[in-house]
């Protein structure tokens, strides 16, 4: 089976399950991920699967032109950059490798909550600038929560979000969590949360961590209300998809001093050009932003999890059965 493979050779020559009877049996085609259709179909328009990282579009003009395609595969948990519904309609399943990095996204999410609520941008600089005692006695005259005394809400609830969750607990942190559908009793007590509905939340919490897909749905949900329903000097973090904020309100709200900060690592669009409002905005108030490369998912047990969970899904195809994490409806 021909897989047209959208990214680095370097990562399948390093992480890719070498003892794996689809790696070992699979035509394996790469190609820039940069590059262009037209340069991507004449190296594998004959491919029957395509693998691609979460940043690269594969539009409907692409899937078009691939007549045996069978299987399109995020090599992350990302999937917005794919055209869902032209997959769909040629019976092409789309499929995404959920909950593979949910450990270590949790952990950049904790890292930005912990650096807004300690201020270490500020405390950094001033230490650089050689004012360490001023920092010292201008912190011990506005004591910063942490995280045993934070309220945080978690606005989606899947693998990273549960993950999140179980981070902040040992901390004794009060973590409040919304999603689409309540989840049950028993892992709601398992991870120590409590459920609320999003405007309540938002109003609630002294941290909002943003855990859900880029959908119709979800882009620009964190917009003008949303930020104003948000407690005066609380933090946003995002380590999910750029497009769930709106940029300019995100600005605006920092600008005033409504938020005290926020800790990303995503954005829209990716990657993030130099001009980009939020770019600017930590020159102009560089203790009050914390702008991460969209690195939360890069990480030796991800890398293992995700060509692990690749070549099984290619395996169940060459075998003629359905993948797992199908997010198309097929």
Same mark, same amino acid.
């Given at each position: ?12 020559? #390093? ?51 691939? =007549? ?14 794919? @055209? ?52 010292? #006695? ?7 929560? @942490? ?21 902040? #607990? ?12 309540? &989840? ?21 919490? @002294? ?33 999910? &998809? ?12 920092? #600008? ?20 980009? =409002? ?43 059965? &359905? ?8």
């Amino acid at each position: 089976m021909k897989v047209l493979v959208l990214t680095m050779k370097k990562r399948y020559d #390093r992480f890719a399950p070498k003892n794996s009877p689809a790696y070992q049996t699979a035509e394996l085609i790469f190609c820039d991920r940069e590059a262009s259709e037209e340069e991507w179909l004449a190296a594998g328009g004959d491919a029957e699967v395509i693998f691609v990282t979460p940043v690269t579009w594969v539009r409907e003009s692409l899937i078009a032109r691939m =007549p045996n395609l069978k299987m399109i595969h995020s090599e992350g948990v990302g999937f917005d950059r794919i @055209d869902l519904e032209a997959a769909r309609r040629r019976g092409v399943y789309v499929c995404n490798n959920a909950g593979c990095n949910a450990g270590p996204v949790a952990e950049q999410a904790v890292m930005l909550m912990t650096m807004l609520l300690h201020h270490t941008l500020w405390g950094h600089r001033m230490v650089l600038e050689g004012h360490q005692g001023e920092a010292v #006695r201008e912190i011990e005259g506005n004591v910063p929560l @942490d995280l045993t005394a934070a309220k945080v809400g978690l606005v989606g609830f899947g693998a990273i979000g549960q993950e999140t969750a179980a981070r902040l #607990r040992p901390n004794g942190t009060e973590v409040y969590y919304y999603a689409r559908h309540r &989840r049950d009793e028993e892992t709601e007590k398992r991870l120590g949360v409590t459920y609320l509905p999003l405007e309540e939340l938002t109003a609630r919490c @002294d941290i909002v961590s943003l855990h859900l897909p880029a959908t119709a749905e979800s882009t620009h949900l964190v917009d003008r209300d949303f930020l104003a329903r948000m407690k005066p000097g609380a933090f946003l973090v995002n380590t999910a &998809r750029g497009a769930i904020i709106d940029d300019e309100a995100l600005c605006e709200a920092i #600008r005033s001093g409504h938020l005290g900060g926020a800790g990303l690592d995503a954005y829209a669009p990716e990657p993030v050009p130099a001009d980009h =409002p939020l770019v600017k905005l930590a020159h102009e108030c560089p203790d009050k932003l914390i702008l991460c490369p969209h690195q939360a998912g890069i990480s030796l047990s991800s890398f293992h999890n995700v060509y692990r969970m690749l070549f099984e899904d290619l395996g169940r195809v060459m075998a003629g059965q &359905r993948p797992e994490n199908i997010v198309n409806g097929l």
